[in-house]
Every structure is written in structure tokens, then in C-alpha cells.
């Protein structure tokens, strides 16, 4: 078994895909580390697309009404498939998790269910629930009442079972809203591309799960926060109360802290500085 530094695999967040990591893996592969990143479950490869999102002409009804194909998605499916994919990638040994946005969630699910799996959970700007707390319950508190995330979604989970963004609209003020959520202090060539390559349901069942938190599993993991502190998709008051929510529960476990000068998105405003924090934790 090999005896070098523990593989890292990063976990993107909602709407986004392992795509997201592709310049933070370079830097990282050029320092030595093994990396790859992984596609959660109703994103990226593992998404499917609502009717009313691709075909012509556009229904602007189904926007609001038509039931998303990955609402049967929830944080059981999602956490199952991170525990296979760490298994895979690991080989059995313990890997480095960077987890970003409600990538978080999946990731407290995983390493709770498989603690043995995760040699450290590192938490990008992520949701970071308490034990039994859905990670949506967050969306709630007074610390989130910045946050622009609300604004941008087009649709009732309770009525399509996702949360749905409207990648399509052609209004310049909603798709400037998008950029300032996600992207506020990416280039704007680069902000656009990736906006291009956004799924537009995110499963509500992952937002809408919980994990029973316990020592000997979630509580027995190393784990970092980097917190963001321009982030207008997660604000930094929520990404703190995550992190004093935490330590009040497993004191004997604190959280190490790094904070970053960046909004929602490092892997693309800041990946080389980024890659520099995550090659280094092990």
C-alpha cells in the first residue's frame, strides 16, 4: 500500500459539477498530490433535465410547475455515492475531502456513515450541518439573510423537488444576480463560461436530509473550514456559525480555520492560492 500523502478528492456544490475543480487539480497534480474530483449525485453526469428546460419553444409554465427528473435524489443517495466513490479512489486508505457549498451536507453524511474513509473533511465555503439540522434549515437563520441565493431560484421545491435556476433567461438583471451569487469576483469571460456549464435542478432531498452526528463517526474526523469572506451565496456569519456550532458539539475535535478573501468560489477567482491551502492539509 502506497505510504505517500493521502489522495484529495473534491466534492463540488449545487448546480455545479466536478468541472468546477479542473484549474485547482493542476496546481495541485503540480505539487505532488494525488486529486481527482467527483460528481455528486443529480449533478453533472449523474443529472437529468427537465423537459421544460430543453425543448423549443420554451414553456415558461414548466419553469415554475414541472416536476424536476432528479426530485427522487435525496442525502442517502448522495452520501451512498460518496462512501463508494472515497472506497474506489482510496483504495481502503483514509482521503483529504474538500467538500464545497451543500457539497458539505454529502460530505458530514459520508463521514459519519464511513469516519475510517475520511482522513480529513475540509469544508470550502460549505454547509456544515448540525447533528439532525438539514443543511436547508440554515437558509433560515439570521446569519443567511444576505445571502443571494433565494433571489435566483425560479421555482417551489416543495412543488418540483428541486431547486431550480433558470439558466436559459434572457433577463440581464437575473443573469447579472447569478454572477453576483456565484461569481462576483470571477473574471467575467470566465464567470460566463461556467455559468454555461451550471445544471439547473439541484435535488432538494440532499438540502433536505440530516445526519445524526456521533463521536466515534463524524465527531472523530480532522476537519478544516475555509471560510469565504465576500461570499454572497453562503455568508461568512453562516459559515462561522457552522464552525462555533460544531466545536460546541465535539470540543474535543476542533475545527482549524482558514479564511480566504474571495466570494463563493475560489476554484475559479483563486485556485492557485486555494490549491496551496489544500495541498498542504493531509
Known amino acids: 500500500m502506497s505510504t505517500g500523502p493521502a489522495p484529495l478528492l473534491f466534492l463540488h456544490g449545487s448546480w455545479h459539477g466536478s468541472w468546477c475543480w479542473s484549474e485547482v487539480i493542476a496546481r495541485v497534480a503540480t505539487a505532488g498530490r494525488p486529486a481527482v474530483a467527483v460528481d ?3 449533478h453533472g453526469l449523474h443529472a437529468r433535465r427537465a423537459r421544460c428546460l430543453s425543448e423549443r419553444p420554451f414553456d415558461p409554465a414548466g419553469l415554475t410547475s414541472e416536476v424536476s427528473p432528479v426530485a427522487d435524489v435525496d442525502l442517502d443517495a448522495a452520501g451512498a455515492l460518496l462512501v463508494a466513490q472515497l472506497a474506489r479512489i482510496g483504495g481502503g486508505r483514509p482521503v483529504t475531502v474538500v467538500a464545497h457549498s451543500m457539497g458539505g451536507a454529502v460530505l458530514t453524511r459520508a463521514a459519519q456513515r464511513a469516519p475510517e474513509l475520511v482522513g480529513r473533511a475540509v ?7 448540525g447533528s439532525d439540522i438539514a ?10 439573510a444576505d445571502s443571494l441565493i433565494g433571489a435566483v431560484i425560479r421555482a417551489d421545491a416543495a412543488v418540483i423537488g428541486a431547486h431550480r435556476i433558470d439558466l436559459a433567461s434572457a433577463d ?22 461556467a455559468t454555461g456549464l451550471l445544471t439547473p435542478d439541484a435535488p ?9 452526528l456521533t463521536a466515534d463517526g463524524w465527531g472523530s474526523v480532522p476537519r478544516t473550514y475555509v471560510v469565504c469572506t465576500r ?5 461568512p456569519a453562516l459559515q462561522r456559525k457552522f464552525i462555533t456550532e460544531a466545536d460546541a458539539a465535539f470540543p474535543e475535535n476542533p475545527t482549524s480555520v482558514v479564511e480566504l478573501d474571495a466570494a463563493h468560489s475560489p476554484f ?10 489544500v495541498a498542504g492539509l493531509h
Request: without cysteine.
Open 135 to 144: 443543511g436547508g434549515a440554515y437558509h433560515e437563520a439570521p446569519e443567511n
Open 172 to 193: 440581464a438583471g437575473y443573469r447579472r444576480l447569478l454572477r453576483d451569487a456565484f461569481y462576483t469576483d470571477v473574471d467575467r469571460d470566465l464567470a460566463d463560461a
Open 123 to 129: 469544508y470550502l465555503a460549505a454547509f456544515m450541518p
Open 40 to 42: 455528486m449525485a443529480g
Open 268 to 277: 475559479l477567482s483563486m485556485p492557485e492560492r486555494l490549491a496551496d491551502v
Open 231 to 235: 461570499d454572497r451565496a453562503l455568508p
Open 204 to 212: 432538494a432531498g440532499i438540502a433536505r436530509g440530516t445526519t445524526r
